[in-house]
């Protein structure tokens, strides 16, 4: 089955400035790549996605950059703020199957 | 997502003893998972159901057992048979599993503890 690797597994920034976490993937059928923020003790909450169509998505601060011949997948945070802070987890999906997720990368901002 | 409701927040299960964890989702949602979250690890797939009256094992579907009798529902037991049971508890459901590129959303877990 697919095996998704994440790194870092922490990341500290300055407030205001970019964050990136990334996240490579085994099986090249994977068509479907989510991240999901996690604040403690809370629900994962879907922030962006991407498909396997598409190369970048932004939204607003986030962004998203899949590279299919690699295998890996990126998330972008720029001008970072404290309430950016919480695990961040990246997954990928292979057609109507499961979701598998990464290890988590536990971002903090500093003010 | 406030159309997944998932209950207790807090539960405690002794030495030998089944519990139940509720999950109910209000959003019309086919698919149901249950997924494992142990500190410093990914999310871990436990039991998941794409229709009524049907589910499938995931990863780490030993010592637990769930049930999908209505739309809304998808319970899970944890069972004494399961031997390291302290962790959070996520559900989350979508649209379909049948169909690809289906985002799920999840409820707002339970933290199992044992006494």
């Known amino acids: 089955g697919e095996n998704v690797e994440q790194h870092p597994s922490t990341l500290s920034v300055q407030e205001g400035d970019s964050a990136v976490i990334k996240c490579t993937y085994s099986d090249s059928a994977s068509n479907y790549f989510p991240w999901y923020k996690q604040e403690l003790g809370k629900r994962p909450q879907l922030i962006i996605d991407i498909r396997s169509n598409v190369g970048e998505k932004k939204d607003q601060r986030i962004a998203v950059t899949l590279n299919k011949t690699a295998k890996h997948f990126s998330l972008h945070i720029t001008e970072t703020q404290p309430e950016d802070s919480a695990v961040y987890f990246c997954?990928?999906?292979?057609?109507?199957?499961?979701?598998?997720f990464g290890t988590g990368t536990r971002l903090t901002v500093i003010p | 997502d406030g159309g997944i409701t998932q209950s207790p927040k807090y539960l405690f299960r002794k030495e030998g003893q089944n519990v139940t964890l509720s999950c109910e989702q209000n959003?019309?949602?086919?698919?149901m998972y249950w997924y494992r979250q142990d500190p410093g690890q990914g999310l871990r797939l436990i039991y998941y159901s794409q229709i009524v009256n049907d589910f499938q094992k995931g990863d780490i579907a030993e010592g637990y057992s769930v049930s999908r009798e209505k739309k809304e529902s998808f319970p899970l037991t944890v069972t004494s048979a399961q031997k390291n049971p302290t962790a959070f508890y996520l559900c989350?459901?979508?649209?379909?599993?049948?169909?690809?590129?289906?985002?799920?959303?999840f409820g707002d877990g339970t933290r199992l503890s044992i006494l």
């Open positions: 959003l019309n949602h086919d698919a």
């Open positions: 989350a459901s979508s649209v379909t599993g049948s169909r690809i590129n289906q985002p799920q959303h």
């Open positions: 997954a990928g999906q292979t057609g109507a199957n499961n979701l598998f």
